[in-house]
Every structure is written in structure tokens, then in C-alpha cells.
């Protein structure tokens, strides 16, 4: 039941509740319940390489939980940590990977962020490539779906005109060394071609 459903069916209630303490004749009193939600039995194996899922680790509302989503639907079963790390080992060690330029709709697509975490800092699935070649992709940060830009072959450029070739995947600090890294094309160090 969507959320407006779900705020329309309280306000019924109340209004039924207001309505009866009117007529005062009666004493029934109205309960509104809010939706059951059961867990889908068709979901990926528990843990990879031997390690499950801890109780209540729910990643679905992350840039992993994106990217699992997408290939799960596309039949693609496996199971991971959670982490872009952990996705990017197991999509890499099972899956080719592609030139950023030879890059196609479905295409998974990996960013060594410059914390530490290697290729695999964050990830991003391929939704479309336009005729310049620049790659719209889907990801999750600060706690919202986006559409983000990456143009392979103009890493370092930000847009040419209205258009924007590659998305700020870090927020700029002061203290940034002048080496640092901050757009979609300079931080991808890889794409992954899952199949099914």
C-alpha cells in the first residue's frame, strides 16, 4: 500500500471514529492497522564466499542495494556483504570487464573514492550512453537515488556548454591535497559486464 493510501485510510478512520463519537449511541471504536510488509522469499543467497548476511544489515537504500537490485531482477543470484568492496570481488572474479568506452546500458561501474578502499569505493549501474558518448548511470548517495555523468574520454572535464560530462562524486575540502580527485571520470577504475 503506498504511502498516500495509507494516509487516506487514516483519515477515513478518524473521520468514522469523529462521526460515531457524534452520535454518541454507539460505543465502537475503530482501529487502523498499518500495512503488513513480508520479506520476499526469492532474494539472493545468504552471504558470499561462505559469509552471511548479519540480522537486520538491510543495504537495499544504498549504492550497493542499487546496483544488487538491478541484477538480481536480471537473474543474477548472488549475495554480498554489503559493501561496494565485496561487489566489486564478485562481480570482477566472475564477470569480463570492459573498457569505460566500450561501456553498454547494465554495465556495472566501480570508483576507487581515495579512501582506502581500492577499486570498489563506491559503484554506479549504466543506464544509458549518449551519442558523444558520455554514460548516464544511476547511484545512491546522501540518502537519495541520483543521475550522475561520466564521460570516458573527457575524465577531467566538468561540462562543455549546458551539458554536463561528469558528475562531483567527492565534495571538495580545504585541506584537499591538489592531487585530489573529484569527478566521475577521474574516479572510475573500472566496469564490470554481468550476464546472465
Known sequence: MALCDYTRVILIGL???????????????????????????????????GRRRRAGSDHSNTAVGVVERSLHERGIRFGTDGTSGSLYQFLHAQYPEVAASEARPGDVLFFDMGDGAGCGGHTGLVDLVDGSGRLVFREWRDGSSRRSYLHPGKPRTRREGAIILNTFLRTKLPDDPQSTHYFAGELLCGVVRPQS
Open 15 to 49: 473521520s468514522l471514529v469523529a462521526a460515531s463519537a457524534c452520535a454518541a449511541t454507539t460505543t465502537e471504536t475503530w482501529q487502523v492497522r498499518p500495512p503488513v510488509v513480508r520479506a520476499s522469499s526469492s532474494g539472493p543467497p545468504p552471504g558470499l564466499f
